[in-house]
């Protein structure tokens, strides 16, 4: 719009000839659709491959749930394990994880740019939450292998894997009950972020948690979830 009124406007490709990092806006739309319920998660998803193709090898991406410009998640959200599986998603993703004042006091209200307004701190609620969350995105495996988003529905499921390991993702994004496939042996594993532990019997896990993220050693070979705007067969 800018340019057909002949004013200057630059995509996110031609930003990073010059900046190391940008805001994920050119796919927030998408996202906020999808928390609104008007898009299905798979179509968020889809837009995630997309950017991976379409911008430099070493792009990066500052992802986030809310920020001094959109809502609180938790005013986001239909519900608290949603708005908790969405933030660990965000920090699992490739990408520079970013935490706005007051997310770890589970605030709801968006401060005012421009006018005086006190964070209301309660109980620091998810300070453990974030905490585990940034110690996750330090370990080199997210930061040297390979990111890959496995299924979208019921649960988002994502992995990263390098030489030595892998981060088995599974993101609670819809709030679902019950068993799931999963694309990890059959054994005992521990939640890195709780500590608890998790079985996988005959490829199925059972879900009741925001998100779990288990430990493994390297898979032989995984099935990418199909895109549809990008993987002809």
């Given at each position: 719009?800018?340019?057909?009124?002949?004013?200057?406007a630059?995509?996110?490709?031609?930003?990073?000839?010059?900046?190391d990092?940008?805001?994920?806006?050119?796919?927030?739309p998408?996202?906020?659709?999808v928390?609104?319920?008007?898009?299905?998660?798979k179509d968020?998803?889809?837009?995630l491959?997309?950017?991976?193709g379409?911008y430099?090898?070493?792009?990066i991406?500052?992802r986030c749930?809310?920020?001094?410009?959109?809502?609180?998640?938790?005013a986001?959200a239909?519900?608290?394990?949603?708005?908790?599986?969405?933030?660990?998603?965000s920090?699992?993703?490739p990408g520079?994880?970013?935490v706005?004042?007051?997310?770890e006091a589970?605030?709801?209200?968006?401060?005012?740019l421009?006018e005086?307004e006190v964070?209301e701190w309660?109980?620091?609620?998810?300070?453990?939450?974030i905490r585990?969350?940034?110690?996750l995105k330090?370990?080199?495996?997210?930061?040297?292998g390979i990111?890959?988003i496995?299924e979208?529905a019921?649960?988002?499921q994502?992995?990263?894997?390098d030489k030595?390991?892998?981060f088995?993702?599974?993101?609670n994004?819809?709030?679902y009950k019950?068993?799931i496939?999963?694309?990890l042996p059959?054994?005992?594993?521990?939640?890195y972020l709780?500590?608890e532990?998790?079985?996988v019997?005959?490829?199925l896990?059972?879900?009741?948690q925001?998100?779990?993220?288990?430990?493994?050693?390297?898979l032989?070979?995984?099935?990418?979830?199909?895109?549809?705007?990008i993987?002809?067969?």
């Amino acid at each position: 719009e800018r340019r057909q009124h002949g004013l200057y406007a630059q995509s996110d490709g031609e930003l990073y000839t010059v900046f190391d990092l940008t805001y994920d806006y050119d796919i927030w739309p998408i996202w906020s659709g999808v928390m609104m319920g008007l898009n299905p998660v798979k179509d968020y998803l889809q837009m995630l491959r997309y950017q991976a193709g379409m911008y430099p090898a070493n792009y990066i991406k500052m992802r986030c749930v809310e920020n001094h410009d959109q809502p609180r998640i938790m005013a986001l959200a239909k519900t608290r394990s949603q708005a908790l599986a969405w933030t660990a998603f965000s920090a699992f993703l490739p990408g520079a994880f970013m935490v706005y004042a007051g997310q770890e006091a589970e605030a709801m209200l968006t401060p005012s740019l421009f006018e005086r307004e006190v964070i209301e701190w309660r109980d620091y609620g998810l300070s453990a939450f974030i905490r585990s969350l940034t110690s996750l995105k330090k370990q080199t495996c997210l930061q040297d292998g390979i990111f890959s988003i496995l299924e979208d529905a019921p649960n988002i499921q994502a992995i990263w894997q390098d030489k030595t390991q892998v981060f088995y993702g599974i993101f609670n994004v819809l709030d679902y009950k019950g068993r799931i496939n999963v694309q990890l042996p059959d054994g005992n594993y521990e939640d890195y972020l709780s500590g608890e532990p998790v079985t996988v019997k005959d490829g199925l896990i059972e879900i009741n948690q925001s998100v779990l993220i288990l430990q493994s050693s390297p898979l032989q070979s995984i099935s990418p979830f199909k895109c549809n705007l990008i993987d002809l067969r």
